[in-house]
């Protein structure tokens, strides 16, 4: 039965994953035996992030492009697919926080959030996905928030993008999964994160976090993947169009 879960001969390519979430769930499939392709918008925190996976005995390559822009993001995958190997595995996890009061958010900053966190998405998995149609097999995992399903102050288009990401995992799932290509999404709460280090340094916003969270405490990052191995591996073959939420229970309670 451990086989279910390995990932030995898979490649995984993981959007904006030279640091945060996505270097850490590098990292853990890598640990599983896959073979990683690093994606940063430049090529060397792209190489140097692959360097050091590297360095922990992990098959790695970097490969930088910018997941906003169609031509840069076509080439990229083609070239992945002749010249390194089939993906077998995408993660879409770029993404990008910008906080203002609704009615003063910058256009640009709504611009700048919408085009990272939902149109690289489309753009990443459409050039993927006709690779895995063609090969009739692979996994798609959107990196999905608690903002997929709740909204908060200051960061609306944020929430907003995120619900389209959820929308993104049922669409492509209703006209992949005929290909056995199955399409989920991980939907984390609220983790000790760069991104949330400000909330996690304000003693108010934490107390309020550990009340409102059945589990009482932040997740740790690491917490995150073994949700990732599992919508990568063999083990979730008949899950599909799915959101798997490793929020401490807050979605469950009032």
């Not at 925190?45 to 492009?65: D, H, M, T």
């Amino acid at each position: 039965m451990k086989s279910l879960f390995e990932l030995k001969g898979k490649r995984a390519l993981i959007t904006g994953s030279a640091q945060g979430i996505g270097n850490l769930l590098a990292t853990g499939l890598g640990q599983y035996g896959a073979s990683i392709v690093i994606n940063d918008i430049t090529q060397e925190r792209a190489e140097n992030a692959a360097n050091q996976l590297k360095s922990q005995g992990i098959n790695a390559v970097g490969i930088g492009f910018d997941v906003t822009n169609y031509d840069s993001v076509k080439n990229a995958i083609d070239r992945i697919e002749k010249e390194i190997g089939p993906i077998d595995i995408l993660i879409n996890n770029a993404g990008i926080q910008r906080r203002h009061p609704f009615t003063e958010f910058p256009e640009a900053d709504w611009d700048a959030v919408i085009n990272v966190n939902q149109k690289a998405v489309f753009l990443v998995s459409q050039q993927v996905a006709k690779h895995m149609i063609t090969r009739k097999q692979g996994k798609i995992i959107h990196i999905c928030s608690m903002q997929s399903e709740l909204g908060r102050d200051t960061i609306t288009p944020y929430a907003a993008s995120k619900g389209a990401v959820k929308m993104l995992v049922k669409g492509m799932c209703v006209e992949l999964a005929r290909y056995n290509i199955q399409v989920n999404g991980i939907g984390p709460g609220y983790f000790d994160t760069e991104m949330c280090k400000a909330l996690v340094e304000n003693k108010e916003f934490t107390q309020w976090l550990c009340q409102r969270t059945p589990a009482a405490r932040w997740g740790k990052p690491e917490e995150l993947i073994g949700s990732a191995v599992f919508l990568s591996s063999a083990a979730s073959n008949f899950v599909n169009g799915h959101i798997l939420y490793v929020d401490g229970g807050m979605l469950a309670a009032v």
